[in-house]
T-cell receptor, first 114, second 115 residues
Framework: DQQVKQNSPSLSVQEGRISILNCDYTNSMFDYFLWYKKYPAEGPTFLISISSIKDKNEDGRFTVFLNKSAKHLSLHIVPSQPGDSAVYFCAASDPIQGAQKLVFGQGTRLTINP | DTGVSQNPRHKITKRGQNVTFRCDPISEHNRLYWYRQTLGQGPEFLTYFQNEAQLEKSRLLSDRFSAERPKGSFSTLEIQRTEQGDSAMYLC?????????????FGQGTRLTVV
């Protein structure tokens, strides 16, 4: 039962353009959402998060949008830079299952082309 | 502060053998998490400690798996009688507050291969 889904395994974007990574979830009890970035041979690195009481959170080039009615969130990166090439994971937490238990999606490999 | 440290980085073992991994969290982080990641998947939660107390465990953590954090500092994850399905990257993370803070950090992981 995949509660958090990233349906695009890969995405290729031109440098300077906008990258949009999508994530869908099924559990309506999720109340906190996070995006992580992972380079090869390294652990995931926290990027940005959003609480379910908000619909947008922005941090520099990164913006996360949350659409609770559609159970959908997206990460926008603008402008995209070559160093953004990595695997991106979205994750969610459910206070009922345990707030410390993050549920991750399968990841999307982002490639920024020069 | 050198971040979350995991040892070994790689481990190859024969099926049926026991293995133990170690995680040294960032000093003064009282929360420690273990996750497992298989190829093409995101990390899956295994267990969580607050100080030395193991507060949450996943159903993925079968009887062959045991995790400890004896003094509330480093943690060990032991897998007994390893099976080929145990082959994965085992990730440790630590934080002083809950998820969503930039203070939650992952280690580089231990890659286990069971042959």
């Amino acid at each position: 039962d995949q509660q958090v889904k990233q349906n695009s395994p890969s995405l290729s974007v031109q440098e300077g353009r906008i990258s949009i990574l999508n994530c869908d979830y099924t559990n309506s009890m999720f109340d906190y959402f996070l995006w992580y970035k992972k380079y090869p041979a390294e652990g995931p690195t926290f990027l940005i998060s959003i609480s379910s009481i908000k619909d947008k959170n922005e941090d520099g080039r990164f913006t996360v949008f949350l659409n609770k009615s559609a159970k959908h969130l997206s990460l926008h990166i603008v402008p995209s830079q070559p160093g953004d090439s990595a695997v991106y994971f979205c994750a969610a937490s459910d206070p009922i299952q345990g707030a410390q238990k993050l549920v991750f999606g399968q990841g999307t490999r982002l490639t920024i082309n020069p | 502060d050198t971040g979350v440290s995991q040892n070994p980085r790689h481990k190859i073992t024969k099926r049926g053998q026991n293995v133990t991994f170690r995680c040294d969290p960032i000093s003064e982080h009282n929360r420690l998490y273990w996750y497992r990641q298989t190829l093409g998947q995101g990390p899956e939660f295994l267990t969580y400690f607050q100080n030395e107390a193991q507060l949450e465990k996943s159903r993925l953590l079968s009887d062959r798996f045991s995790a400890e954090r004896p003094k509330g500092s480093f943690s060990t994850l032991e897998i007994q009688r390893t099976e080929q399905g145990d082959s994965a990257m085992y990730l440790c993370a630590s934080s002083s507050r809950g998820w969503g803070d930039t203070e939650a950090f992952f280690g580089q992981g231990t890659r286990l291969t069971v042959v």
